[in-house]
């Protein structure tokens, strides 16, 4: 092997030469020869000269003779202060701009105690204050409402065992309570994540952590702003004759994929305005996730599941899609029932015992709201899969038909509230006889879709004219640049994504605002037959963007109603019996 040039063996042959340099000691080593061109690098082993500017870099620092004390014992090492002052003093760059402006976010977050990412639900905007009571009992009869078993462990996928709904309610002005506020996400929220997880095809280990940390991180603080069990209006305190009237009441139905709480702007607008809203959590599997409370203090859960979980009746094949919708509508029907006769029960005086059943341990006023709900003037509304299920539910409508082996049922509603009803939710029922105020969102009105044969809008404009025929009152119209979550909370806590997402451009509180506005002059109109605002122009647009109005309707019409409505049906305009 050839030695490296810089390499010398001949040292000791060369002459004494008088000026190389003395040495103090004999054992010193040899001298080198003065035109030695020996670098620094040929001090290092071969198999580290080439190696990686990295690892020399290091080695450099492992082996410098003069680097023998710690980094942090330097004497010459710059005082963290200055090192802290280097880091914060402004470059200017996009990136350290950016770090700081996030910096700043949680800071900002953490002092306020405010959503990362998200934005608090605002107050409620009507005259009274908005109180909230979570209330799950026992049915009267625990039951399966269904045939349906999940192949996993052939447990009942349909077994009815409580009922679980929060009230909204316009309480006393300004009551304390001893409670504190009812979260948005309710715990756990381990649960609900997973059900979302389910809902996305990504349950899994590694998913279910993921989904949680984010739900928590998005809105684990959000608080919703209503006070809870607080006095009903007018139940405690001294009030004017016309505070002490019943109220009337509204049943909500959530959607797929939601919850109660995926609502409660929408509640708690209408509570402040001197409604009673019952927001139903259904446990037929459409929602993430929930707890149901067993006699025997066990607890059990509820979470999202779809058509192929469920054992099929014939061994060859799979649940259908329209059997699994079909027995999901029957379940969230028995809920709505129960539901409604838990109210009726409330308003007949059994306040006491339904505070002293209720699982949530909420409710000490009940005792008061003894003839406080008007259930003549009970109206049931939902929004998408649960729209559907309204309309299912009020199939029965000042019927009387059996919940149970042991009970007959009489449905006291007077009216529907129909939101977006659903393009997958099974078919709609046109078995109706009361009237019904059905809003579409922009977005759901303007995507053409296919429904079991026919253009989904003009099946559900089409069940609007019969309903119109049978009892001379029912709305059908779009809320227009309006989207389907407009009526949630979502675009509250997260505006700009959800108008990103979805399209809508309304501000997200002019889009609720106008929900509010027309749901209140239909329940006047249930009220007193009174028609007013959207309620009194007539058909506007005939179809989607198709302008049909008159002369006389373009000359009367307010233009902030022309700003957000297209009405497809609806009774003649009333300025056109002034004519």
Not at 9 to 37: G, H, I, M, R, W
Not at 125 to 133: E, L
Not at 330 to 356: C, M, P, S, V, Y
Not at 484 to 504: C, F, K, M, N, R
Request: proline share 8%; hydrophobic share 35%; with cysteine.
């Amino acid at each position: 092997m050839t030695p490296p040039s810089s390499y010398r063996d001949n040292v000791e042959l060369n002459s004494y030469q008088d000026d190389a340099p003395a040495t103090e000691e004999p054992d010193s080593p040899l001298p080198l020869d003065p035109d030695d061109s020996m670098t620094p690098e040929s001090t290092q082993p071969r198999w580290l000269q080439n190696a990686p500017s990295f690892g020399s870099k290091w080695l450099q620092r492992a082996t410098d003779s003069t680097n023998t004390l710690p980094r942090w014992l330097d004497p010459n090492r710059t005082p963290w202060p200055q090192r802290v002052a280097g880091l914060l003093r402004p470059r200017f760059t996009v990136a350290y701009i950016l770090w700081a402006i996030v910096a700043l976010y949680i800071l900002y977050c953490y002092i306020f105690w405010s959503p990362l990412f998200a934005s608090k639900l605002p107050q409620y905007t009507g005259p009274h204050d908005v109180g909230a009571i979570d209330i799950e009992v026992p049915v009267e009869d625990p039951r399966q409402v269904v045939d349906g078993v999940f192949k996993a462990d052939g447990k009942p996928a349909f077994q009815l065992d409580t009922v679980l709904f929060t009230l909204y309610y316009p309480a006393v002005k300004g009551s304390r309570s001893s409670k504190p506020k009812h979260k948005w996400f309710p715990k756990p929220i381990s649960l609900i994540a997973e059900g979302y997880a389910t809902a996305a095809h990504f349950n899994n280990f590694f998913s279910r952590p993921l989904f949680t940390f984010a739900l928590w991180g998005l809105a684990s603080s959000i608080d919703i702003p209503a006070k809870v069990d607080v006095p009903l209006l007018g139940g405690s305190e001294k009030a004017d004759a016309k505070d002490l009237d019943a109220f009337p009441v509204v049943v909500l139905s959530h959607g797929d994929v939601s919850s109660r709480t995926d609502y409660t702007a929408y509640c708690g607008e209408l509570a402040s305005r001197g409604v009673v809203v019952a927001a139903i959590e259904h446990r037929d599997g459409s929602g993430p996730g929930t707890m149901v409370h067993l006699p025997d203090g066990k607890k059990k859960r509820v979470i999202f599941f779809r058509a192929n979980q469920l054992q099929p009746n014939d061994p060859g094949k799979e649940v259908s899609n329209d059997d699994y919708r079909f027995n999901k509508l029957a379940f969230r029907d028995a809920e709505i029932q129960e539901t409604i006769t838990i109210l009726q029960g409330l308003n007949a005086g059994n306040g006491a015992k339904l505070f002293a059943e209720n699982y949530r341990k909420e409710g000490k006023t009940l005792p008061e709201w003894k003839s406080r709900l008007n259930t003549s003037q009970t109206i049931i509304a939902g929004h998408s899969f649960g729209a559907t299920g309204a309309m299912q539910a009020l199939k029965s409508a000042n019927k009387t038909t059996t919940t149970s082996p042991r009970s007959p049922y009489r449905n006291p509603a007077i009216g529907g509230i129909i939101l977006d009803p659903g393009k997958e939710s099974g078919r709609l029922n046109t078995d109706i006889d009361v009237p019904l105020l059905i809003i579409h969102s922009d977005s759901w009105s303007k995507k053409y879709t296919i429904f079991y044969g026919s253009p989904h809008f003009d099946t559900v404009r089409d069940i609007a004219r019969d309903v119109l025929k049978r009892c001379g009152a029912t709305w059908f119209m779009t809320s227009l640049q309006t989207s389907h979550p407009s009526i949630t909370d979502a675009p509250l806590i997260e505006p700009l994504l959800l108008s990103w997402t979805t399209g809508a451009t309304i501000d997200v509180k002019e889009g609720l605002r106008e929900y509010v506005r027309v749901s209140m002059e239909f329940l006047r109109y249930l009220r007193d037959g009174r028609r007013e605002g959207v309620l009194d122009i007539g058909v506007t647009h005939e179809a989607y963007g198709n302008d049909t109005r008159t002369e006389v309707q373009r000359e009367k019409m307010d233009e902030s109603v022309t700003k957000y409505w297209e009405v497809h049906v609806a009774p003649p305009p009333g300025f056109a019996e002034d004519a």
